[in-house]
């Protein structure tokens, strides 16, 4: 069994404020290919915030990009979200994704449970 699980948010931010998300995945893990972050506000669809590869090419939804800073520590299986500038149209709850191999022949796609992110004065 492979498990993401997410940390850092819960918090009430207010605007211009910042937050670090993190994220770990533990379990039957071969090997880890692309990680990402997305987000799903109330009434909206999930949408992609950033992602990264495993050779550390990152990608950032337009809305997010310089304020937003996706990263991962290889050897920990951990991938971090760190907001900056934040604004209320930020505010979701954030996903953890990645595209795990728990063999050499099987890859599939594993979500965190979620965390809340919300800005607000």
């Known amino acids: 069994q492979v498990q993401l699980v997410e940390s850092g948010g819960g918090w009430v931010v207010q605007p211009g404020g910042s937050l670090r998300l993190s994220c770990a995945a533990s379990?039957?893990?071969?090997?880890?290919?692309?990680m990402g972050w997305y987000r799903q506000a109330p009434g909206k669809e999930r949408e992609l915030v950033a992602t990264?590869?495993?050779?550390?090419?990152?990608n950032y939804a337009d809305s997010v990009k310089g304020r937003f800073t996706i990263s991962r520590d290889n050897a920990k299986n951990t991938v971090n979200l760190q907001m900056n500038s934040l604004k209320p149209e930020d505010t979701a709850v954030y996903y953890c994704n990645a595209q795990i191999s728990t063999t050499p022949l099987f890859t599939s796609a594993y979500w965190g449970q979620g965390t809340q992110v919300t800005v607000s004065s």
């Open positions: 990264i590869t495993g050779r550390g090419i990152t």
């Open positions: 379990g039957s893990i071969f090997s880890i290919n692309a």
